[in-house]
């Protein structure tokens, strides 16, 4: 995964080892290399960047707390991109469990946000933009958890699909068959609304 | 269309199809509008799930991760040293309060040769059963305190007309022993042996008297007082020195607090 510099002279498993010898530094390091992977795919499922830094958080606590169940067979980043899609479901039941009114207001702050912070956008422009990321995310976070973690980790975090299929404990032809299966329940799921107005607006384009 | 078609579809609106696979869906879409529509809103997803990738920059400093590490590990160790401190010093106190219970030495001095006898409280028992008829040589029990007397006797004597009291199987109850002082150290509810007077009465057993001054330095002896047939319990509360005639004993008749059955 994308992750680790190149030059960078201890593996991801060479720190696993000295953190599991007592050395915190370099916990911190393997911190430091892996957070946006987990803060990306986090934030993703549970877009509010509180939410999502709780998940990085909880995600690395987990790991620390667990590094001697960690085996060296799977990536580290493997290893933690499960922890993570676990505690991110967990939290994105949670958040979902909060009221209309609250997900209301925190969506309007949210707009108001992005509206206010570029300034040489077309408000307009901007608030459809917006309005359709949040249908596509809601629709993604609609979706089944397997499919829903397939899409985040091809679509919108790019990973490879060797990676994907260590994540799942599959082939690369088996994870490639879950991403276009998830894709297709994604486009059934927009079908009925962003889809129509995305072909409705590029039709006389073609 | 079938699904192996839109999944080819999918994979290369998504670019991830091969060069053939390429060329097959242009020629499809160039022939086909409906899959031109399917296509676009393909392409359409892939431009809006790359709109989401955009995200705002992870602000978790490393310094809020290790507070959290530290905080997760430290309640629970605060919690799991405060428990088994509490458990363990819990445990041990009702431990020890059970030993204490169960294994306190009596309030009751032991009894030394030549010490005259403290044999009785001024509380007697409500009730005491005969429940055996055995030799009192055999050492079986034939009285049971059953009741709670009123306040804690500290020494129970009981004593038939023939004979009184012995806990000891081989000792031949001719002269009430040693032992019986034991014997009347007794909480209730408690048992005592005895010998029945039926048992005994056919036997030539020695009248038992009050004591002599040679027995005086048997404090057993000094409450062997009964000489007549009777259903009847002396609980001996004090003594008279039989040498100087200083009141320290006081017998006490409880036949009529006391109920023999069997």
């Known amino acids: 995964m994308r992750e680790q510099p190149l030059f960078e002279r201890d593996s991801d498993e060479d720190l696993v080892q000295r953190a599991r010898g007592g050395d915190f530094d370099a916990f911190e390091r393997l911190f430091e ?65 909060r009221s209309a009114l609250e997900q209301q207001e925190a969506k309007g702050a949210l707009e108001w946000m992005l509206i206010g912070s570029n300034s040489t956008e077309n408000p307009v422009e901007a608030l459809e933009r917006d309005r359709r ?66 072909v409705e607006a590029r039709e006389g384009v073609i | 269309m079938t699904d192996k078609q839109i999944d080819l579809m999918t994979a290369v609106a998504f670019e991830e199809g091969t060069y053939g696979e390429d060329i097959e869906i242009e020629a499809a879409l160039a022939e086909d509008p409906e899959l031109r529509a399917m296509f676009h809103e393909l392409k359409g997803l892939k431009s809006d799930l790359a709109s989401l990738r955009d995200i705002p920059e992870c602000q978790l400093s490393k310094e809020r991760m290790r507070n959290a590490i530290f905080a997760a590990k430290a309640p629970k160790a605060r919690f799991s040293i405060f428990n088994w401190a509490i458990a363990g010093v819990a445990a041990a106190s009702m431990l020890f309060a059970m030993i204490s219970l169960r294994f306190a030495p009596e309030a009751i001095p032991d009894i030394e040769d030549g010490t005259p006898v403290a044999v009785a409280q ?11 008829t055995t030799p009192v040589n055999e050492g079986k029990l034939i009285a049971q305190v059953t009741e709670e007397p009123r306040g804690l006797v500290s020494k129970l004597v009981l004593a038939t007309p023939r004979r009184a009291f012995s806990t000891d199987e081989a000792e031949t109850p001719k ?32 009248e038992l008297s009050t004591p002599t001054a040679g027995e005086s330095n048997d404090p057993a002896a000094t409450f062997a007082s009964l000489s007549e047939p009777a259903d009847e319990v002396i609980l001996v509360s004090d003594l008279n020195d039989p040498d100087t005639g200083a009141a320290i004993a006081v017998e006490e008749s409880v036949s009529s607090g006391i109920e023999f059955s069997g």
Not at chain 1, 64 to 69: A, F, G
């Open chain 2, 175 to 206: 002269v009430p022993s040693r032992k019986m002082a034991s014997v009347a150290r007794l909480a209730p509810p408690a048992t005592v042996l005895a010998a029945p007077p039926a048992v005994l009465a056919a036997a030539a057993v020695p």
């Open chain 1, 133 to 198: 990321a949040n249908m596509v995310r809601e629709a993604i976070n609609a979706l089944p958890e397997h499919h829903r973690n397939v899409i985040i980790m091809r679509d919108l975090q790019e990973l490879e699909y060797s990676d994907i299929a260590e994540v799942l404990k599959t082939t690369v032809g088996g994870a490639k068959l879950r991403v276009l299966r998830a894709r297709r329940a994604l486009r059934d799921q927009l079908s009925p609304t962003l889809g129509q107005a995305i």
């Open chain 1, 33 to 97: 290399r892996h957070r946006n992977l987990v803060y990306r795919f986090a934030y993703q499922v549970v877009p509010r960047r509180d939410d999502a830094e709780d998940i990085v958080q909880d995600v690395f606590v987990k790991a620390y707390q667990n590094l001697h169940r960690y085996r060296d067979e799977a990536k580290f980043t493997t290893w933690l991109l499960r922890i993570t899609t676990n505690l991110s479901t967990d939290r994105l039941r949670m958040t979902q469990r």
């Open chain 2, 122 to 132: 001024a509380s007697v028992p409500e009730k005491v059963d005969t429940v055996a």
